[in-house]
């Protein structure tokens, strides 16, 4: 049972590119959060989505920051027009039920963004 | 102030020693988690805890709802238990608030 992907696992971008970065969820999990990790810092909550629907995100900046978990296929976080200050690494987790912060989420391994 | 403060920032200690790490919250929560970042960057959820204490091997997680506070023990430690230590609080439906992390450094 494969655990949760993510790719790329690295990931460069000039200032002004798109940023694309996906997630697939263990298998039979329908939930999926994104979180992003600063340098230096902790990590943050961005987005919690079920299959087609966006629950909570109210961590996801206002601008230039998407996200999707289509019916088929993985979650896509998506930054438009990539400033330095995106250079992050990003990380996808799942869980079989959601809804509870008592749910234990399984991470990726993270796509580190880089923006040139 | 964080919501989510652990303690210490960073811990280097010897082969064998008994490790502590500390998180102190100051909000409502559902749950508390213990993760562990690898050098290389992943992410594996440790402990779930709501109340009172788990173990797990080596390790053995507490937690104090009254007193707001969790503890992360390594009994026998090694130096394969190097890595970043982090408490994220459960509050609401689903979202995790992180602590900054505790960096432990084992030496041989």
């Known amino acids: 049972n494969a655990g949760v992907m993510q790719n790329p696992r690295h990931l460069v971008r000039r200032r002004g590119q798109e940023a694309r970065l996906r997630c697939s969820p263990m298998k039979g999990h329908s939930h999926v959060y994104w979180y992003r990790q600063l340098p230096e810092e902790g990590l943050k909550f961005m987005v919690y989505l079920q299959k087609e629907n966006i629950i909570d995100e109210s961590g996801m900046p206002k601008e230039r920051f998407s996200a999707e978990f289509p019916k088929e296929g993985p979650s896509i976080l998506r930054i438009q027009q990539v400033v330095r200050g995106d250079s992050a690494a990003y990380f996808c987790?799942?869980?079989?039920?959601?809804?509870?912060?008592?749910?234990?989420?399984?991470f990726g391994p993270g796509t580190r963004l880089t923006v040139l | 102030k964080n919501e989510v403060e652990q303690s210490p920032q960073n811990l280097t200690a010897q082969e064998g020693e008994f490790i502590t790490i500390n998180c102190s919250y100051s909000?409502?929560?559902?749950?508390l988690h213990w993760l562990q970042q690898h050098p290389g960057g992943g992410i594996v959820s440790l402990f779930m805890?709501?109340?009172g204490k788990k173990k797990h091997g080596r390790l053995i997680a507490t937690i104090n709802i009254q007193e707001k506070h969790s503890s992360l023990h390594i009994t026998a430690s090694h130096p394969r238990d190097s890595a970043v230590y982090i408490c994220a609080v459960g509050q609401g439906a689903q979202k995790l608030v992180f602590g900054q992390g505790t960096r432990l450094t084992i030496n041989p």
């Open positions: 805890l709501s109340s």
């Open positions: 987790a799942s869980s079989p039920r959601g809804g509870r912060a008592s749910d234990t989420q399984y």
């Open positions: 909000v409502g929560i559902s749950a």
